[in-house]
């Protein structure tokens, strides 16, 4: 039989445990592996439709966190023999032409349900003419072919989802990492650096939950450290809805949206710390909102293109407002309400934020300024670490009453930061400039009087903003 060669193109999969497409590509008797920086992906973007607008589409904490995940990867790779090809063009002339330069027989790739990626997917089998493009299913705990139903009959509301699944469905077991062929003489190219891709190295800020490193060596250290060594996966649902510390929730999802994580591999964690340890509510937790991941996943393979409307997948005729100075001030956290402020600002300076204050940030533009949720969405798109379409999207259109639930899901703000900032931690430790007021006027300093605000300091339009809106009246 004629010896084969395989190309795996690399995108959001960038790790070598349980990898399908690796898996399958891994049989051929030489390997190509490569990752293809499309520049489309960087610098300004346009959000299309009919109220059309420009935005930054990736920021420098991603850019960073994936030029590492690529320079580990690399590393991996050669350390069993192989390399990883680096080109930068859009992958539609590139896979092409690499496949032809080595005479590739398939070109194996993960396949996502999100139509910017389906979009580059068909172009590139369009390139290849012959050779095929063979797609594979690896970023979910469930493959879709093991759900309980058809892809496009998933239930919209994740309860029903949740629960066939629980009782229907299992997570397949992760691949081991395969020997790998050799690969064909090609140069590997250059790792980019965030300055080829546009932007600055984000500089590191004490207060960050954790300096999240790219690549699947930092992600396989991370579980290890939360399951195994803090043991904080015990006291996961008690702890999730915090706002401070590097364990309060797992942080996995830098990871897992860049591929360096497998959720089947957590999933197997979990079973062994289940079988180990303990299993309790908060092992059960993880797996739920994992789930939730998924469910997001499979709401873009259904519904597509939809998300991305005003009015979503609901169809609601929402006149959401245009008012540019207002999304500003709630970009830069100078909102004047500091709950919301404070999960801005950590946003801005880190690239992370927590549920809780994605929740609550996404809900104050959405339901208390009316500001039309994709610009907030596609701002979350620039600033996260762990910027996923359907995860970001599919939370912010839940939040902003077009998603998948029909229930209004507006947050009381102001109720959300005493219940969980009630000593006003987190406020203070984004604005500064609020620490010296006592914790219920730290989340309501427009309260004290001319009086009280001079005594603690603090000029209201000078060291903080008024607030925008009187939150009082909403719910
Ligand atoms: C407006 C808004 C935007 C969001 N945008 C993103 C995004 O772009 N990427 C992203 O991964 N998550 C997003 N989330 C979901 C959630 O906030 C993050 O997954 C979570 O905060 C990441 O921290 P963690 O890994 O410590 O989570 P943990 O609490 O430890 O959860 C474990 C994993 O479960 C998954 N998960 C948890 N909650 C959700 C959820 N609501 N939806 C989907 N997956 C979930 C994530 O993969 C997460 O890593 C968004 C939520 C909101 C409200």
Redesign the pocket.
């Known amino acids: 039989m004629a010896s084969k060669t395989a190309l795996l193109w690399l995108r959001r999969d960038l790790r070598l445990h349980d990898n399908p497409a690796l898996a399958a590509a891994a049989s051929a008797d030489r390997l190509l592996p490569v990752y293809v920086v499309d520049p489309r992906r960087y610098g300004t973007a346009t959000f299309g439709g009919a109220d059309s607008f420009t935005f930054e589409k990736t920021g420098g904490h991603r850019v960073a966190f994936r030029c590492e995940a690529l320079a580990d990867l690399r590393e991996r790779l050669r350390d069993r023999g192989s390399d990883l090809v680096v080109r930068t063009g859009e992958p539609s002339s590139v896979v092409p032409a690499l496949a032809a330069r080595v005479d590739a027989d398939a070109v194996h790739v993960h396949t996502r349900p999100t139509p910017e990626e389906r979009t580059v997917e068909r172009r590139v089998a369009d390139g290849l003419e012959d050779v095929p493009l063979v797609r594979r299913w690896g970023h979910t705990l469930y493959h879709p072919d093991d759900l309980p139903m058809a892809v496009d009959e998933v239930d919209d509301t994740y309860t029903p989802f949740r629960k066939r699944v629980e009782s229907a469905a299992t997570v397949r077991d992760p691949r081991p990492v395969p020997d790998l062929p050799t690969r064909p003489a090609v140069d590997p190219g250059t790792l980019p650096t965030p300055g080829d891709l546009g932007v600055e190295n984000p500089s590191h800020d004490d207060r960050a939950v954790l300096d999240f490193e790219g690549g699947e060596t930092a992600a396989l250290e991370r579980v290890e450290e939360y399951l195994w060594e803090t043991d904080s996966l015990r006291e ?1 649902k008690e702890t ?1 809805n915090g706002l401070l510390g590097r364990d309060f ?5 830098p990871w ?2 860049e591929g360096c994580l497998s ?1 089947r591999r957590v999933s197997a964690e979990i079973d062994r710390y289940e079988d180990r340890r303990v299993a309790n509510d908060s092992t059960y937790w ?1 797996r739920f ?2 789930r ?2 998924d469910f ?1 996943q499979f709401q873009f393979a259904k519904h597509g293109a939809t998300f991305f409307t005003p009015g979503g997948i609901r169809e609601r005729d929402v006149d959401w407002m245009d008012d540019e100075a207002a999304l500003d001030r709630w970009k830069r956290g100078e909102t004047g309400i500091p709950f919301v402020d404070a999960a801005m600002r950590e946003l801005n300076r880190t690239g992370y ?3 809780r204050g ?2 609550n ?2 809900s104050f533009l959405a339901n208390d300024l009316r500001i039309d949720w994709r610009k907030g ?1 596609a701002y ?1 798109e620039t600033r ?1 670490v ?3 379409p359907a ?2 999207y ?3 259109a839940y ?1 902003a009453g077009v998603g998948n639930d029909s229930r209004n899901r507006s947050f009381d703000v102001l109720g959300q930061a005493k219940r969980y900032d009630p000593e006003a931690a987190y406020v203070t430790r984004w604005l500064p400039e609020l620490d010296a007021l006592p914790p219920a006027a730290a989340h309501e300093p427009w309260r004290l009087t001319p009086a009280e605000r001079a005594e603690h300091g603090l000029e209201l339009g000078v060291d903080y903003p008024r607030p925008m809106v009187d939150l009082e009246g909403s719910e």
Do not use: C, H, I, T
Not at 249 to 253: A, I
């Open positions: 996961y999730r929730s797992s942080k996995f999802s897992l949206n959720p993880l909102e994992l939730w991941r997001f934020m927590s549920n994605r929740q940030a996404a969405a979350f996260l762990d910027y996923d995860s970001n599919g939370n912010w939040v």
